[in-house]
C-alpha cells in the first residue's frame, strides 16, 4: 500500500482524493489544506494579508465574480451542480459545490485542514 499526500483541496486536489481514497487496498490518502476549508481558489474572503493564524490570505475571486464557463462543463462527470441554478453560476455557488463533492464522496475523513489536523 501506497501513502499518498495531496496538497490542496481544490478542485483538482479533492477530485485526486476521491479517487484515490476509493482504492484503500492500494492507496492510504490524506489531503492537506492550509485554510479552513476546501474549495481552493473558490472561497473568496475580502480580507487581505494575514488571517488570525498568522497564514496569508490569497484570493484570486472579486465580490461580484460569475463563472465565464457553464456549470455543465465544470461538473465532475460523476457529480453535476444543482439543476436550479443558471449555466453561468456566481463563485460561491462552485465553493459549496466543491463542499457538497467533498461530502458526498466521505473525502472529509480523509482531508487535514488548518484546524482538524
Known amino acids: ?8 483541496l481544490g478542485a483538482a486536489g479533492l477530485c485526486a482524493l476521491r479517487h484515490l481514497a ?3 487496498n492500494f492507496f492510504r490518502a490524506v489531503g ?3 485554510s479552513s476549508q476546501v474549495g481552493g481558489t473558490w472561497v473568496y474572503t475580502p ?4 488571517d488570525k493564524n498568522g497564514i496569508s490570505i490569497h484570493s484570486s475571486m472579486y465580490k461580484n465574480l460569475r463563472t465565464n464557463l457553464p ?3 465544470m461538473a465532475f462527470p460523476d457529480y453535476e451542480f444543482k439543476k436550479s441554478l443558471p449555466s453561468f453560476i456566481e463563485h460561491f455557488h462552485v465553493k459549496e459545490y466543491l463542499q457538497d463533492y467533498a ?11 488548518l484546524f482538524n489536523s
Do not use: W
Not at 480580507?47 to 494575514?50: A, D, G, N, P
Open 71 to 73: 456549470k455543465e462543463v
Open 47 to 50: 480580507e487581505v494579508r494575514t
Open 103 to 113: 461530502e458526498h464522496f466521505g473525502l472529509f475523513s480523509h482531508a487535514k485542514t
Open 1 to 8: 500500500m501506497k501513502n499518498i499526500a495531496i496538497i490542496g
Open 32 to 34: 492537506f489544506e492550509q
Open 22 to 24: 476509493a482504492r484503500p
